[in-house]
C-alpha cells in the first residue's frame, strides 16, 4: 500500500511541475511573440518611406490607397491586417504606438499622419505630396 501511495504522490507532484513549466513556457512565449510582433512593426515602418496598415474590405482603407495610388511612389507597402497572421495583434501594436485603434494607420518616412481622412485633408491642400517628396518617396 505504501509503494502506491508513494507512486501516486510522485504521479501528483510531476504533473504539478509540468503544469507549472508549460503555462510559464506558454506565457513566456506570448510575450516573445507580442514582443516579436511589435519589433516586426517597426521594422515595417522604418524599412519603408510610406506604408498604409489597412483591411481589405474597409472603405476609408480603400480610400487612403486610393490618394496613394495616384502618386509614383518608390518605396510603399501596404499591409492588409486582415490577410496576414497575427493581424489583430499588429492593430495592437499600432494602437499602442498611435493612440488609436482605428485603420487606417499611414505613415510616412517613419511617422504617422494619421488615417484616411487625414491623408485626404493632407492630399487637398498639397501638403502630401510635398511630404512625399521631402523623404523622396516619389518617383519619376
Given at each position: 500500500?505504501?509503494?502506491?501511495f508513494y507512486h501516486l504522490q510522485s504521479i501528483i507532484i510531476f504533473r504539478q511541475i509540468f503544469r507549472r513549466i508549460t503555462l510559464s513556457t506558454i506565457a513566456s512565449?506570448?510575450?516573445t511573440s507580442k514582443e516579436a510582433i511589435a519589433?516586426?512593426?517597426k521594422q515595417l515602418i522604418n524599412?519603408?518611406?510610406?506604408?498604409?496598415?489597412?483591411?481589405?474590405?474597409c472603405?476609408?482603407?480603400?480610400?487612403a490607397k486610393d490618394i496613394f495610388a495616384k502618386y509614383k511612389l518608390k518605396d510603399y507597402k501596404v499591409v492588409e491586417l486582415d490577410q496576414i497572421d497575427n493581424g489583430s495583434e499588429y492593430q495592437n501594436v499600432?494602437?499602442?504606438m498611435t493612440n488609436t485603434s482605428t485603420v487606417p494607420r499611414v505613415f510616412i518616412?517613419?511617422?504617422?499622419?494619421?488615417?484616411?481622412?487625414?491623408?485626404?485633408?493632407l492630399d487637398r491642400n498639397g501638403d502630401l505630396e510635398k511630404r512625399l517628396r521631402e523623404?523622396?518617396?516619389?518617383?519619376n
Open positions: 500500500f505504501n509503494f502506491i512565449g506570448n510575450n519589433d516586426k512593426v524599412n519603408h518611406k510610406v506604408i498604409v496598415f489597412s483591411k481589405s474590405y472603405p476609408y482603407c480603400i480610400a499600432l494602437e499602442k518616412d517613419g511617422k504617422c499622419i494619421g488615417g484616411s481622412d487625414d491623408t485626404e485633408k523623404v523622396d518617396a516619389i518617383g
